[in-house]
């Protein structure tokens, strides 16, 4: 069963359109994720949310954690070529149990921006 | 500052062989660090988890073992190699709740 399920899975747009990609889970977490991987690297840490309701931006992307820490999702406004990548979300579990400090992620969603 | 290295880079091995894939990470000490697989670009599976020297928590059954022989080192070993084993390895360092990844290693196992 994964633990975090993001979607859509695969997502293929032309530059300039605005995309969301969601990740949702029945966990709560102390604080969630979300990373860009290109082919052959490892993945690269985009922002940290921490507090129910938190909205980050970062240039053009928004990152949203939802109010109960149970999913979060990040957008994208006016795509460009270089958007192009697999994105990640991982969520950190709260204190309590042996899950404590795991990172799990969810199955990735492939972006691809088309010129 | 802090870095991460893993290595090899890609690597080819015959099935039934062993396998042995360092991390190391400088700048730090007492470091919480994870062995991921990823399968075809997609997500990460947790393997192994270990918080201190000899400390290893493994997720899933499989073919692979780990050891944290010194303390800013993480070695993930098979003693023979299947088919399924092919994929990506990434080690990772989480200082706290975010990751910081190695550069990977590609598998083939033929």
């Known amino acids: 069963t994964q633990l975090l399920e993001q979607s859509p899975q695969f997502l293929s747009i032309q530059e300039g359109e605005n995309l969301t990609v969601y990740c949702n889970s029945s966990s709560v977490f102390s604080s969630l994720q979300w990373y860009r991987q290109e082919p052959g690297e490892g993945p690269v840490l985009l922002v940290t949310?921490?507090?129910?309701?938190e909205v980050k931006k970062l240039k053009r992307l928004t990152f949203q954690f939802g109010d109960a820490r149970k999913d979060s999702s990040l957008h994208i406004t006016a795509a460009q070529t270089g958007d192009t990548g697999l994105y990640l979300c991982a969520g950190r579990r709260g204190i309590g149990g042996t899950s404590y400090g795991k990172l799990t992620f969810g199955q990735g969603t492939i972006l691809t921006v088309h010129p | 500052s802090q870095t991460i290295h893993q290595w090899p880079a890609t690597l080819v091995q015959p099935v039934g062989s062993p396998l042995s894939l360092e991390c190391t990470v400088e700048g730090t000490s007492n470091p919480n660090l994870y062995w991921y697989r990823q399968a075809a670009g997609r997500g990460l599976q947790l393997l192994f988890y270990?918080?201190?020297?000899?400390?290893i928590s493994s997720e899933v059954p499989q073919n692979l073992s780990a050891s944290r022989p010194q303390d800013r080192q993480f070695i993930l070993s098979s003693k023979k190699l299947l088919l399924s084993d092919s994929g990506f390895y990434l080690c990772?360092?989480?200082?706290?709740?975010?990751?910081?990844f190695g550069q990977g290693t590609r598998l083939t196992v033929v």
């Open positions: 270990s918080v201190g020297i000899g400390q």
């Open positions: 949310v921490v507090t129910g309701g």
């Open positions: 990772a360092w989480v200082p706290g709740g975010e990751a910081f």
